[in-house]
Nanobody, 124 residues
Framework: EVQLQASGGGLVQAGGSLRLSCAAS????????IGWFRQAPGKEREGVSC????????YYADSVKGRFTISSDNAKLTTYPQMNSLKPEDTADYYC?????????????????WGQGTKVTVSS
């Protein structure tokens, strides 16, 4: 059974940091990219970061570049977005998703598997 378990969300003040996690099981981790998306109330889902597990190549949306760092522990089948210098506009539900292949994309509709969301709230 394929599972993606996202965790690590919480309440943080602006300027603070959080590290999310996405633990995967049930598929060959190295054959997939892991994308992270977020959706704020009343807004469309936005791709924020992605990592290619085969070589751990990261990708970032402009909105988080320089503040977020994504890493992957292939032995633990877990992906970690480290989110620094958080802003109130980063407040959203964050989701991880897996896409078979080696191409990171922000096209959420083509991802194969999704985890449940973890809520991040950044207070001003």
């Amino acid at each position: 059974e394929v599972q993606l378990q996202a965790s690590g969300g919480g309440l943080v003040q602006a300027g603070g940091s959080l590290r999310l996690s996405c633990a995967a099981s049930g598929f060959t981790f190295d054959d997939y990219v892991i994308g992270w998306f977020r959706q704020a109330p009343g807004k469309e889902r936005e791709g924020v970061s992605c990592i290619r597990n085969s070589d751990r190549q990261p990708y970032y949306a402009d909105s988080v570049k320089g503040r977020f760092t994504i890493s992957s522990d292939n032995a633990k089948l877990t992906t970690y977005p480290q989110m620094n210098s958080l802003k109130p506009e980063d407040t959203a539900d964050y989701y991880c998703a897996a896409l078979r292949g080696s191409t990171c994309t922000a096209l959420a509709e083509i991802y194969d598997f999704w985890g449940q969301g973890t809520k991040v709230t950044v207070s001003s």
